[in-house]
Nanobody, 121 residues
């Protein structure tokens, strides 16, 4: 069983910053990717940022230069630093890992419960 717990969401004014955290726990053999997704009301869930096991990163065009994904192996944490926030960044943000739970299993996606980010004056 793999558990992901996000924290750090909230209400922030345009131009402000937030840092999201995701605690990863459970029986994990290996993690292929760690990422953040978001879903705004009436829209599909979309990729925000992803970091691979070899530390490559990829960002949605809409957040490039403003958001930074990072991870702490020792603490099993994934972070999303969000700067220069805009009203259109308002969404529920979900932490994701693509991981194997055993040597013989395939990679599966695991999700947190989500944390609300609201950017408004």
């Amino acid at each position: 069983q793999v558990q992901l717990v996000e924290s750090g969401g909230g209400l922030v004014q345009p131009g402000g910053s937030l840092r999201l955290s995701c605690a990863v726990s459970g029986s994990i053999f290996s993690i292929n990717t760690r990422g953040w997704y978001r879903q705004a009301p009436g829209k599909q869930r979309e990729l925000v940022a992803i970091i691979t096991s070899d530390s490559s990163t990829n960002y949605a065009d809409s957040v490039k230069g403003r958001f930074t994904i990072s991870r702490d192996y020792a603490k099993n944490m994934v972070y999303l630093q969000m700067n220069s926030l805009k009203p259109e960044d308002t969404a529920v943000y979900y932490c994701n890992v693509r991981a194997r739970t055993t040597r013989w299993s395939t990679n599966n996606d695991y999700w947190g419960q989500g944390t609300q980010v609201t950017v408004s004056s």
